[in-house]
């Protein structure tokens, strides 16, 4: 449909543009850095969120380039934070965290263009978090997982977004070049409810004592209360990530909020 028509042309009419949501301290409440979020602004049908094209992206093959560009906007976006910003002393400079669609993974350019990239803009590879879904990485070959060992090897941090939908073997985290499990949604989400699943908390607790000695961190994604972030904070949780802190804004909203806490 219309969509698909207009979606080849987007990227060169410049019709891209990148959101930013911060990542949260649990511990102390410093934002850490961010996930940025593409949107297209399409001329007939205003802002579109990236379920609405990122299937299409994958369909039609324009993920590659597409992602390659989120990939360079979001590095230098960190660059500019860090010479606006510096960076607190302690914390240092402000991450960024960037989504990979299995379409990423499989093209040989990856790791090149990662890369590049980094060189161009000067930002070290340990500034740079790539977000792979556990669904993507589920019976992943070692074809499939070598250029995500390099970027690991170079310092590059891979996350495993959406961790708890999938089915993924635990034992088999130990086999992935992860560091960090992003907690999905739905487990922050049923602990709004009161009194919460205690079959649920049980299970968060396990995944974030496993996650912990496999060395890996948690982040857990949609905390829209303080409560549920003090619920998180006490279960072992790193960082988090949701409306309480922030929706997805400008660049501009995410500077301002890592300065209110330097
Ligand atoms: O912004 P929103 O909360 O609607 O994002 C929905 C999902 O879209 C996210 O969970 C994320 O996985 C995916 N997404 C957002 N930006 C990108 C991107 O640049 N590339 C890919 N592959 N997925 C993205
Ligand atoms: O990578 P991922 O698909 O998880 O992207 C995060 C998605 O979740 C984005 O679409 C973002 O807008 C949405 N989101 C972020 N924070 C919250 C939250 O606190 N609550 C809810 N319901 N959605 C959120
Ligand atoms: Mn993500
Ligand atoms: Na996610």
Not at 150 to 179: C, H, K, Q, W
């Amino acid at each position: 449909h219309g969509l698909t028509t207009a979606l080849p042309t987007a990227l060169e009419r410049g019709e891209f543009f990148i959101e930013y949501q911060p990542l949260v301290h649990l511990g102390d409440g410093s934002v850490r850095g961010a996930e940025a979020l593409v949107r297209w602004l399409h001329p007939q049908h205003g802002v579109l969120g990236p379920d609405r094209f990122i299937p299409l992206a994958e369909h039609t093959g324009l993920i590659v380039p597409l992602g390659r560009w989120v990939l360079e906007q979001s590095v230098r976006q960190a660059r500019e934070w860090r010479e606006l910003h510096g960076g607190a002393e302690a914390v240092g400079p402000l991450r960024i965290n960037v989504n990979l669609s299995p379409c990423q993974l499989t093209h040989p350019g990856l790791v090149q263009d990662t890369v590049d990239i980094l060189e161009r803009t000067g930002i070290e590879p340990n500034a740079l978090c790539l977000e792979v879904t556990e669904s993507a990485l589920i019976g992943a070959d070692d074809d499939l997982l070598k250029p995500l060992r390099r970027l690991a090897e170079m310092g590059v941090d891979i996350a495993l977004d959406d961790f708890g939908t999938g089915y993924s073997n635990l034992a088999n985290l130990r086999r992935l070049p992860v560091s960090i499990l992003k907690l999905d949604r739905s487990f922050t989400q049923s602990m709004q409810q009161f009194p919460a699943d205690p079959v649920d908390l049980k299970i968060v607790e396990g995944i974030v004592s496993l996650a912990h000695s496999l060395d890996l961190a948690v982040t857990v994604e949609g905390v829209e209360t303080g409560a549920q972030a003090e619920q998180l904070r006490m279960m072992g949780c790193d960082t988090a990530q949701g409306w309480y802190y922030a929706r997805p804004g400008p660049p501009e909203r995410l500077h301002e909020l890592a300065l209110v806490d330097a």
